[in-house]
């Protein structure tokens, strides 16, 4: 969870939001507490991989758990391009989607190759970037004209814009579905789970907070929504000069680390849907090899290549957003239908994490709004169209 988001979304919500960035992120984070209690509870009752593909087919039927995995998959696959595109902006601002497509495919080739991020290597990984962060704010709370008035709520944070910034701040927050995703493989789930999910949640919450007031004590709310990398920014103004090539390595480390695991993510659920039938059945195929779902690892990189090639940051983010906020409402759904018996959390935090999910998705920008719906739709339909021939036959 503490990667791209941190380094990439500041900026576009403050864009949004204006002085009330920090109330947009306490927003966003309600909501992913909501999604969060209610995955676990779920992961405890089906501990298998696939996560809200697997609970929506058990709780509401085979098509809310269809839409939940389509969701995921069309989603994830914009985040991948957005964080290629925060890796481009921070190293090489000037050749930001040619750097976000040298990384997607030097990525998926190594997915191919079946090289996959060692526990390790992912402990590593998260102390860079906790360092970095760290430094930032260090310079940011002791640079001379760093003031907290710019933290005043204004006139410029009206409600839309509040709500838009929470949407767009929730692409930070949603990693701990991984969490959910990786049930089988989780020793006793039933209580590990449940425990790591919102713990993980309460540790980033406090980073991503202490590193937003920094950064706005530094830039002030229109600063931060001009600069096209937030964190070299606050950085470059504190005076240390110094730290921004350490920022720039810091994000480019959080952000590689992140876009190895989704697209390889991605993929997998690709493959799980294909064999499903749910997707085009070839792209359930396994490298004789490689052991790797080659075909399935070949046309997400091409995918993600292109959004990355095209797209910009704040419309990446926000596609990426509606498809997790999908995800997430109908992980809330589910958890409504369970009993007491079976772990079921109090009423009102599946009622909220639902409404939160359906507020924050359609507060988004319009653009993101109706693409991503119009996505959702096309696949609702794939569905019905496949039902029809399979029941015909």
């Not at 696959?77 to 495919?105: D, I, K």
């Not at 969490?179 to 006793?188: M, N, Q, S, W, Y």
């Not at 940051?313 to 990426?320: K, P, T």
């Amino acid at each position: 969870m503490i990667g791209a988001g941190i380094f990439a979304a500041l900026g576009p919500a403050a864009r949004s939001a204006g002085s009330g960035l920090l109330l947009g992120l306490a927003l966003a984070a309600a909501v992913a507490y909501c999604n969060a209690t209610s995955s676990a509870r779920l992961a405890a009752r089906y501990p298998a991989s696939g996560g809200t593909y697997v609970y929506g087919r058990e709780r509401l039927g085979d098509f809310w758990g269809y839409l939940a995995g389509w969701g995921f998959v069309v989603g994830e696959t914009a985040s991948c391009a957005a964080m290629a595109l925060t890796v481009g902006s921070y190293v090489w601002p000037g050749q930001a989607h040619a750097v976000a497509v040298a990384a997607v495919v030097a990525l998926t080739a190594v997915n191919y190759a079946g090289v996959q991020k060692s526990a390790l290597l992912t402990r590593v990984i998260v102390a860079v970037v906790l360092a970095v962060l760290a430094a930032v704010v260090a310079a940011a709370l002791t640079f001379g004209e760093a003031d907290a008035v710019r933290l005043d709520v204004g006139a410029d944070a009206p409600l839309g814009g509040v709500l838009q910034a929470a949407g767009l701040l929730f692409f930070a927050f949603a990693g701990y579905a991984r969490i959910a995703t990786l049930g089988e493989e989780v020793r006793d789930p039933a209580r590990t789970v449940p425990k790591a999910i919102p713990l993980a949640l309460g540790i980033t919450l406090v980073v991503y907070a202490v590193v937003a007031v920094s950064v706005l004590m530094v830039l002030g709310p229109k600063g931060l929504a001009e600069a096209a990398a937030p964190l070299s920014e606050a950085a470059r103004a504190s005076g240390a000069d110094w730290l921004v090539p350490v920022v720039r390595v810091g994000a480019a480390v959080a952000t590689l680390g992140s876009l190895l695991a989704l697209i390889l993510g991605v993929s997998r659920t690709t493959l799980a849907m294909a064999r499903d039938r749910h997707l085009p059945h070839a792209l359930a195929a396994v490298h004789p090899r490689f052991k790797v779902p080659h075909r399935a690892e070949l046309v997400v990189g091409a995918v993600v290549a292109v959004a990355a090639a095209t797209a910009d940051l704040r419309g990446a983010i926000g596609f990426s957003s509606f498809g997790v906020l999908v995800y997430y409402a109908i992980a809330n759904a589910s958890a409504w239908t369970l009993t007491p018996d079976e772990g079921r959390p109090h009423r009102l935090i599946p009622a909220a994490g639902l409404a939160g999910c359906l507020v924050l998705a359609f507060a988004l920008p319009v653009s993101s709004v109706v693409s991503r719906a119009a996505v959702i739709a096309l696949g609702a339909a794939v569905y019905g169209l496949r039902r029809a021939v399979a029941a015909r036959g």
